[in-house]
């Protein structure tokens, strides 16, 4: 077989394909990103039910916007490249023309990207720093919304295979069931009794890991009434996939009633339980030797 | 040197007499037992070899090392070591021996020990597929329908363990061991017993994973967390022997290729002339090197707290639940791009031979490929954004794990402007090349929301993040692999393989593929968590969607396969030694190659991407005349 015929003269195809692409590819990206934008952006998760939640909404859209350009340059360059210079099936073995490099693509392609990625992490910071973003930071958290100080503190406890929670500010009751007043400035402290589990309220934008002796802080303002899922987001052994429930935002009477309903059920028990404390540590269930 | 006659016709009941992979098996399970009995007779009170026994963790644990152990002197890895000690002088004859039997022993012929890895790994891949089309047989309805809890957790973990574990070694197994030596002129690899060792220590681990079924299962899916981890049953202990011997692999294997690259390349042969697949394999095997003995000592660790009543990992007991969470992932980060980085460089050797120009971009490449592979060694915290640990870093795992998007684009640029203005043939292995642009990309777009702390708290632990790193591993991995059979086979065995079955089987997978795992990014926007075997009612219609279109995926596999063998072993058309018109070294060579890969070692005198400037090739046979190493 010929491996080296005739190579095609440098320079005989003078279209300008560059061109082509750039403006193709500018109509588009012109054309899609406000759709994307204002068509797309409002469903992304995970809804405006909290504060976090409406911030990663946000977060969301920009983060679709930006990437709806880079997509739209890949499409139009190999819709281009692949249709145009589609070899025929005659001269399938004849070589390209020999560009090896090009200053100018690889220093544009460099800062453009550079540039991008900056900006995307510049603003992912912003938009972390402003209130946590829901997400679980630990027990000294950094991003802490102004006004933490007269929160509602939750305790939200996690064991094989079942959330419970704990409200300090109400005497350190126990409850099953997770119920928050609307429009409230909530802090989430998320531990575990045994192994990592995760606290995922969907709607609410909140992931917090619970771990076996960490205090994991999350903050969440809340907004209207409403019910919501909790799932487990972190794989902790058999019933891992039951274990959900639902929780409540309630109005600020109906949660008044609630916590004293929960408080004359817990005054009979009381005493048999630990007292609140940031973690517990129960006797690990261990296994071997 | 080595004039003894080969026999190469004796009895078949002889032949099975040796040290072989049958010997292997046998001393194998001769070792488990010895391994299970013994640590009886150290730890348990009372001993009956035939009554039931009291069972510990100790002497499962002693009892697959001793198999491991059994296994590979049965292969025949101790006769080297002991003929050594005894004055014996090195010999050939573990490279040189003859037939169908070398691809069952210990062969050091890196080319036997390519094609071994070929079906080695292939077999536990496919092992790996048909657990997940038992995952989506279980998600075909919200509820809990088809398996126990438990063994859906265990079929979980098993094929996230064996994807994980066994196609590290995907490219660099079969193709690097293959091919280096042919690219860089070299008549082996460095250490070629070594090369050997990687490949049957790897079987070993992934059979003992299988076995994990015997004991229990496991419940904590491929990553093993901790505390989980102590709380679990026997079949944990299978997980951690499985991935630490996988670790091992993975070590010695990146270690033989770097000193393979850097060490014997033939004269002329710079790194500015070095194969971009080789850079591609260098950068792989650095972070394989590095990375894999984390994993090992990590799993030591777990393995430590299950056996013998350490604390590593127990909070109560002054152990955290992080540590194990950062030693994972300080492996876990660059074991992704170990898997990722050859890929990239499979797609950029073969765009030059498709679209008929040279390599755009040479420097930039490399630069991209070793840029991905320092960075990845700053991003792993970004696996754990929500768990609390280091909130306050949270901000630099964000740019770190975004800045390595500007090396990945490297490859994209490179590989784009290769395409422009070039001469395109759709053969097969090009069309999965192209796929791996279109998959790569929807991973890279999808991982910017993962890695954006703010979306992360959604997109973590969902469906989201499981579609981005399946379309990034299968996508980027699993599709330039099979560009890798298409494009090398024909070479590897000198048969030829047919472009229409498979340019059916590339458009089968492509369609099956995207239709399987794209839907799977709106499942985890809308909520639905991985691993959970409940999900809401309201997903199960795109559920049913995903698992109709992976039980397709995984028929075009069966596709593949089917053709593959038959083409192999029935049709059996002969390839013409340079089938795709390459200027590489390796498809001048005569097929099949000869055991010692060369008569006069090659003189390089540029790149393998001259398309377009001239005839010259890039080498000529000018170098030592034919000795044997
Ligand atoms: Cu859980």
Redesign the interface.
Known sequence: MATHPTTAAPGADRAPHGRRVIVAWLVLSIVATPLVAIFLGPILPPGNASVQGSGQVVDNTVLTATITPVFCLLLVFFVYVLTRFRAAPATALEDGPPLRNHNGIQVTWIVVTTVVVLSLAGFGTFELLQNGSGGGQGPSPVAVPAGADHMMQVQVIGQQWNWTYRYPGYGGIETQDLYLPENTYVVLNVTSLDVIHSFWAYALGVKADANPGVDNVAYLKTKGPRSFEIRCAELCGLWHGYMYQTGHIVPQSQFAAWIKQQQTLNASIARYMPKYSRSYYPDPQRRGG | MSTMAVDVHPPVWRRLIGFNLLTGVILGVGGWYVGWFGAHAVVAPSLSFFGDIDF???SLVLAYLGGVVGFLTGLGFLNYPLARLRGYPSSLREKETQGVGRYFTLCTDHKVVGIQYLWGIGLFFFIGGLNAMLIRTELLRPA?QVFP??T??TIVGVHGSMMMGMMTSGILGPFANYLIPLMIGARRMAFPRIEALTFWILMAAGVILQTTIFWGGF???W?G????N????QGMDCYILFFALVGISMTLLGINMIVTIVTMRAPGLTWTRLPIFAWGVLSTAILMALAAPVLVCTLSLALF?????TNFF????GG???LYENLFWVFGHPEVYILALPGFAIVLEMLPVF????????R?AVAGLLGVSLLSWFVWQHH?????????L??FY??ST??I??PT??T??CG??T????????TTPMLFC?AW??NF?LGG?SG??L????????????FFSMAHFHYTIMGGLVFTFFAAIYYWVPKMTGIQLSERLGKIHFWWMFLAFNSTFAPLFAIG???Q??????Y?KSLQFLNDWVSVSAFALGLSLLFFLATFVYQLAFVKKPA?A?PW?S?SIEFQLPSPVPVHNFDRIPVFSSDPY??????APSWTPAGAPAGRD
Not at chain 2, 225 to 228: A, F, G, S, T
Not at chain 2, 314 to 317: F, G, L, S, T
């Open positions: 510990n963790e100790l809990h809890a438990g859906y957790l419940p904590t899916g990553t967390y901790e505390p989980l102590i709380e679990a049953y707290d299950r056996v013998v009543q127990v909070a109560a007991q955290s639940s992080y679209a008929r120009k040279p390599l755009w971009g040479y930039l754990i954004f929500v768990s609390g640990i280091n909130g306050d949270r901000p964000m740019l975004e800045l998007s500007i684009g490297f994209f640029i784009m402007m395409l422009w203005r070039g001469n395109i043939r759709y192209l642009f279109f990309l777009l910017v929301f890695s954006d702390v703010p979306s992360d708290v959604t997109t973590h632990g969902s926007f809308l909520g968590p991985r691993r959970a075997v409940t809401a013409e340079n018109a200027r001259g398309y377009g400037e001239g005839p």
